[in-house]
């Protein structure tokens, strides 16, 4: 049985149940596929995918530029006209113009790391969050100039901007101490403000329509921790509702559906709920179909879902379009590792 845990006050009440990123989208248009590569083999692409006449474009960085991307394109955020796409094994951040099949710009070179993701904070100043070395970077994207960095105790990954804060997911490093925590930073100082201790690696963090911070956390085989879905406070990161899944689970990526307003991961399938549900799905709203989720996301103009199956890791990802309600509309290939959709 799940049980879901509701602090208020800092009293616990137990009840049997269950309980959902301002993620960097723009409705309407085309969808950038973002294409990982294979780590060490400089094969990261970029392809794009028109909705409306189901016509995909891949390569489309190579043909434009004539040069290749670089090594493991970790993630893309979209400003406006302009891709900013994060390249974990080139140390790199590399600018393109996402009007013109990402004609390239320039690029933010940030030497001794392996960057994750970007999230511009200010009109000049952006956060990379980092795997190795122990601090969030500060770049100048205006400039492209490497500017600081922000001190931390593990692995950074994913980063969201909310109500002038910005929050942080902190992981175990590989061969490091274990720290499992979201931080809460001030971006006019650059200082950490709070942060919340968890029993596992975050993976993934979402804020819904209704004001509500929702952080996904891996399921851990030994000791035997299971996966929990949390919902904070972003004022405070109290902590307000715990869900823990089957011991067996392992859910992933957590997003959010600003058309449906429901929150969406993968597990067998992809599942849906709402931000007030109190018992977790008990069917997929898309069964699976022996895939290998390696990325998701859904259209914020229609509420489309995508899902990317990388199979082996070795060939071209299959991409799964399906309707808000479940149904599937179309699928294509894409390139070798798709981790991610954003939205143009």
Not at 310 to 330: C, H, L, N, P, T
Request: proline residues 5%; glycine residues 8%.
């Amino acid at each position: 049985m799940k049980r879901i845990y509701i602090i208020l006050s800092g009293i616990v009440l137990l009840l049997s149940s269950c309980a959902k990123d301002k993620t960097n989208q723009q409705a309407g248009g085309r969808v950038i596929v973002l294409n990982e590569g294979g780590y060490g083999h400089g094969d990261a692409s970029v392809s794009v995918y028109d909705p409306a006449t189901k016509v995909v474009s891949n390569d489309v960085f190579l043909a434009q530029n004539g040069f290749v991307l670089g090594d493991v394109a970790q993630s893309l955020y979209l400003q406006g006209d302009t891709a900013y796409v994060v390249m974990n094994n080139s140390r790199d951040i590399v600018i393109a113009d996402a009007t013109q099949n990402f004609r390239y710009l320039g690029h933010i070179a940030i030497p001794n790391s392996s960057p994750r993701y970007f999230m511009p904070v200010s009109a000049t100043k952006a956060y990379v969050t980092e795997l190795y070395a122990n601090k969030i970077w500060i770049v100048d994207y205006k400039n492209a100039a490497l500017t600081g960095s922000i001190p931390t105790s593990g692995w950074t990954e994913q980063i969201l901007s909310y109500n002038g804060k910005v929050y942080v997911l902190e992981q175990t490093k590989p061969g490091g101490t274990a720290v499992h925590k979201i931080l809460m930073i001030d971006p006019a100082t650059d200082q950490v403000l709070n942060s919340v201790d968890l029993p596992t690696d975050p993976s993934s963090l979402v804020v819904t329509d209704d004001h509500r911070l929702f952080v996904l956390t891996s399921r851990q085989s030994s000791p035997a921790v299971p996966a929990n879905l949390y919902q904070l406070n972003p004022a405070t990161l109290a902590v307000s509702a715990r869900i823990d899944f089957d011991s067996t689970q392992s859910p992933s990526r957590l997003r959010y559906s600003s058309v449906t307003h429901q929150l969406l991961f993968a597990g067998n399938g992809i599942y849906a709920m709402t931000s007030t549900d109190t018992i977790l799905p008990s069917q997929p709203l898309i069964p699976s179909g022996g895939w290998n989720v390696y990325g998701l996301n859904a259209d914020p103009a229609n509420g489309d879902i995508y899902i990317s199956d990388a199979i082996d890791y070795q060939q071209a990802s299959r991409i799964m379009r399906y309707s808000k309600e479940g149904v599937q509309i179309d699928a294509f290939n894409a390139g070798l590792i798709t981790n991610g959709f954003t939205f143009k």
